[in-house]
């Protein structure tokens, strides 16, 4: 199998036409804001076109200023959507349906993957979305990477 590697903000309009087609696209992970779910070193997902979508979901979506980002829906009001990564605090607001590039239908870990519908992972966005639980994860998460990095210097 041949992998092509691209640039996911150069290709954004390819990568929409190839959702719209019906296909899936798999999208390896950069960046911090989905932590502890996501991590960029070794995971990925595979996304599918927004044919419906709802609370809790993790959506590829392209901000008013060209930048694509992958976030979980944290409301759906009548002004749009409002997205949050599981690592962030800051809600971001009034993302339009017609923002929203593609959705996460299945999580590839490093040596396993599940689909977004799987009991366990339903109950993790549960839990995700409840600010008390997710400022301790969060906390945890933190006090982990800097130990690690603390074991990494010595």
């Known amino acids: 199998m041949s992998v092509e590697v691209i640039s996911l903000k150069r290709e954004i309009g390819r990568v929409e036409a190839i959702l719209r087609s019906g296909a899936r696209i798999r999208l390896r992970i950069r960046g911090t804001s989905m932590l502890p ?6 995971d ?3 996304l599918t076109a927004p044919t419906r979508i709802r609370r809790g979901d993790v959506v590829l979506y392209r901000r008013a200023g060209g930048d694509v980002a992958l976030h979980r829906i ?5 002004s749009g959507c409002a997205l949050l990564g599981d690592h962030q605090w800051i809600v ?7 923002q929203i590039i593609g959705v996460v239908e299945r999580v590839e870990k490093k040596r396993f993957g ?6 366990l992972y339903r109950a993790y966005v549960r839990l995700i979305r409840r600010k008390f639980f997710r400022k301790a994860l969060l906390k945890l998460v933190s006090i982990a990477a800097s130990r690690k990095g603390s074991h990494e210097r010595t």
């Open 37 to 42: 779910l996501l991590d960029e070193k070794t």
């Open 44 to 46: 990925a997902v595979l």
């Open 74 to 78: 944290h409301a759906i009001t009548a």
């Open 92 to 98: 971001e607001t009034g993302i339009a349906a017609e």
């Open 114 to 119: 599940f689909s977004v519908r799987h009991p």
